[in-house]
């Protein structure tokens, strides 16, 4: 479902969902309202700004500092926001998703149970995901090194690894899209898409798996089958080579995704939590160690 933060006709389909007191429709109408809110917050303190930029004004700066606060209100109205979407919940009849929050003289926010990080650490995140990596990568006849990047530019390291609306783990590591044709589990998510090289807030559905390594049978299913995939595969050692085809099938609609991962592969957080790692086997992580050890 497409969803630009300034498009207001999206409220009344959403609106369907919030009568029937859809949890997670409440949850969306809320969020977007939120971020809407924020984001004409951020253009009105522009706007009684009394000088210049310091670089000056044109349409293009305008431009570009639009997409800037639409990126700031998505982040700022994200996790717990700034308590508008939960007052917003309220009203529109979603008490139960505020039900289980702590009460003390302010608003409060939807606690889902034991939501942490998957991962903390980059060496943790790489250590459990490397063995997967390895043998994607060599069904793909790629680096793994390029897989390892990609899953760390969507993921964050493993931090924001994006979770069903139970709050439990989704394990979809590449951002994979959840098409009409996938008849698994799903979960909504907002997103940044670009189109014609403008940013917009969409709500995208996902794939969720049960694990780490379905996300990635998963991964090569599509990546390995797909006609618009077939300059991604067969690159071997050649990592920039690999990003850059990714960014030209259309995998992600980011104008800079292939130097996102290229960055990632050179850098020093990469190169330290591979060290050590290619001279030793390690098993690859199960599902029970995940929700047991890191979450």
Same mark, same amino acid.
């Given at each position: 479902?497409?969803?630009?933060?300034?498009?207001?006709?999206?409220?009344?389909?959403?609106?369907?969902?919030?009568?029937?007191?859809?949890?997670?429709?409440?949850?969306?109408?809320?969020?977007?309202?939120?971020?809407?809110?924020?984001?004409?917050?951020?253009?009105?303190? $522009?706007?009684?700004?009394?000088?210049?930029?310091?670089?000056?004004?044109?349409?293009?700066?305008?431009?570009?500092?639009?997409?800037?606060?639409?990126?700031?209100?998505?982040?700022?109205?994200?996790?717990?926001?700034?308590?508008?979407?939960?007052?917003?919940?309220?009203?529109?009849?979603?008490?139960?998703?505020?039900?289980? +929050?702590?009460?003390?003289?302010?608003?409060?926010?939807? /606690?889902?149970?034991?939501?942490?990080?998957?991962?903390?650490?980059?060496?943790?995140?790489?250590?459990?995901?490397?063995?997967?990596?390895?043998?994607?990568?060599?069904?793909?006849?790629?680096?793994?090194?390029?897989?390892?990047?990609?899953?760390?530019?969507?993921?964050?390291?493993?931090?924001? /690894?994006?979770?069903?609306?139970?709050?439990?783990?989704?394990?979809?590591?590449?951002?994979?899209?959840?098409?009409?044709?996938?008849?698994?589990?799903? +979960?909504?998510?907002?997103?940044?898409?670009? *189109?014609?090289?403008?940013?917009? *807030?969409?709500?995208? $559905?996902?794939?969720?798996?049960?694990?780490?390594?379905?996300?990635?049978?998963?991964?090569? *299913? /599509?990546?390995?089958?797909?006609?618009?995939?077939?300059?991604? $595969?067969?690159?071997?050692?050649? +990592?920039?080579?690999?990003?850059?085809?990714?960014?030209?099938?259309?995998?992600?609609?980011?104008?800079?995704?292939?130097?996102?991962?290229?960055?990632?592969?050179?850098?020093?957080?990469?190169?330290?939590?591979?060290?050590?790692?290619?001279?030793?086997?390690?098993?690859?992580?199960?599902?029970? *160690?995940?929700?047991?050890?890191?979450?």
């Amino acid at each position: 479902m497409t969803s630009a933060i300034t498009d207001f006709g999206q409220y009344s389909e959403l609106r369907r969902g919030a009568d029937n007191n859809d949890p997670a429709v409440l949850r969306e109408v809320a969020g977007q309202f939120e971020a809407l809110f924020v984001q004409t917050m951020l253009k009105n303190m $522009r706007d009684t700004s009394l000088a210049e930029p310091i670089f000056g004004q044109s349409d293009q700066h305008e431009m570009y500092q639009d997409m800037l606060d639409k990126q700031y209100a998505l982040e700022m109205s994200g996790g717990p926001g700034i308590g508008l979407a939960d007052m917003l919940v309220r009203q529109l009849g979603g008490e139960r998703l505020v039900e289980s +929050t702590k009460e003390i003289g302010k608003m409060s926010t939807p /606690v889902w149970p034991e939501n942490k990080p998957a991962w903390s650490e980059p060496d943790q995140f790489v250590r459990d995901i490397w063995p997967h990596a390895k043998a994607a990568a060599e069904r793909l006849k790629v680096a793994p090194e390029g897989l390892l990047a990609q899953a760390a530019l969507e993921t964050g390291w493993g931090k924001h /690894v994006m979770r069903k609306n139970n709050g439990e783990l989704s394990f979809n590591l590449f951002g994979i899209k959840a098409s009409a044709s996938w008849d698994g589990a799903t +979960t909504s998510k907002p997103t940044i898409e670009f *189109r014609d090289g403008i940013s917009a *807030r969409e709500t995208a $559905r996902f794939r969720a798996y049960p694990d780490i390594e379905a996300t990635f049978e998963d991964y090569v *299913r /599509v990546v390995g089958t797909q006609p618009r995939f077939d300059s991604v $595969r067969n690159h071997g050692d050649d +990592t920039e080579a690999f990003a850059e085809a990714l960014q030209e099938s259309g995998y992600a609609t980011d104008p800079a995704y292939a130097k996102k991962i290229t960055a990632i592969i050179n850098g020093n957080t990469m190169q330290t939590a591979l060290s050590g790692l290619k001279s030793a086997e390690v098993q690859p992580i199960t599902e029970a *160690r995940i929700q047991g050890e890191a979450i």
